[in-house]
């Protein structure tokens, strides 16, 4: 079993910044990706950026270019920096880890809003 707590969420204006932080305790070896959905109200949820064991990273489109996440295998922690962001972006993020970004394990959600 795999536990995740994220930090990290708050309010911020537009083009703000802020850092989403995932730690992972617990084992499980078939683990291979790390990352981070969100869900808006009234909308699916939708994967905004993972990175595999390896370091491969996988960043949603309209996130691509703002977004940047990144792993560290020896900690079991996974990062999101959030650049500019937008009114859009507003909602509540997921950690997960699992064998893919469909993801096994999750966190609690941290919430996201972006207004002025």
């Known amino acids: 079993q795999v536990q995740l707590v994220e930090s990290g969420g708050g309010l911020v204006q537009p083009g703000g910044s802020l850092k989403l932080s995932c730690g992972a305790s617990g084992s499980d070896s078939g683990i291979n990706v790390m990352g981070w959905y969100r869900q808006a109200p009234g909308k699916q949820r939708e994967l905004v950026a993972a990175v595999t064991r390896s370091g491969t990273p996988i960043v949603e489109n309209t996130v691509n270019g703002r977004f940047t996440i990144s792993r560290d295998n020896a900690k079991n922690t996974v990062t999101l920096q959030m650049n500019n962001l937008k009114p859009e972006d507003t909602a509540v993020y997921y950690c997960?880890?699992?064998?893919?970004?469909?993801?096994?394990?999750w966190g609690q959600g941290t919430q996201v809003t972006v207004s002025s």
């Open positions: 997960f880890s699992g064998r893919s970004s469909q993801g096994d394990y």
